[in-house]
């Protein structure tokens, strides 16, 4: 499956984006879908995830409240909403798809496919 975020760019600390996550090649509701991300010299930290079909949802500590994950399977699309952003935020993101079963992993050596990512960049 192919995968392509958009949404990406700058926005001033409290602002919000909304990530979009497109995808291609297979079946899409065959999927669990997560966002991962990563600043420079950090390592690929788990955002969010939803599961394929039940719509379960996962998320980081860090994001609670704040970030919401949501897929539309007819549009072959997951997003990220994220609210009240804070410059520890900013990063690449990366939308991810897990053909596994079950609950949506947050490990992100579970994703056998990703995307190219999208930049954040949160301003104080």
């Known amino acids: 499956v192919q995968l392509v975020e958009s949404g990406g760019g700058l926005v001033q600390a409290g602002g919000s984006l909304r990530l979009s996550c497109s995808a291609s090649g297979r079946t899409f509701s065959n999927y669990a879908m997560g966002w991962f991300r990563q600043a420079p010299g950090k390592d690929r930290d788990f955002v969010a995830a939803i599961s394929r079909i039940t719509y379960t949802t996962s998320y980081a500590d860090s994001v609670k409240g704040r970030f919401t994950i949501s897929r539309d399977n007819a549009k072959n699309t997951v997003y990220l909403q994220m609210n009240s952003l804070k410059p520890e935020d900013a990063a690449v993101y990366y939308c991810?798809?897990?053909?596994?079963?079950?609950?949506?992993?947050?490990?992100?050596?579970?994703?056998?496919?990703w995307g190219q990512g999208t930049q954040v960049t949160v301003s104080s």
């Open positions: 991810a798809a897990d053909r596994q079963l079950g609950s949506p992993s947050t490990d992100y050596l579970a994703y056998d496919y």
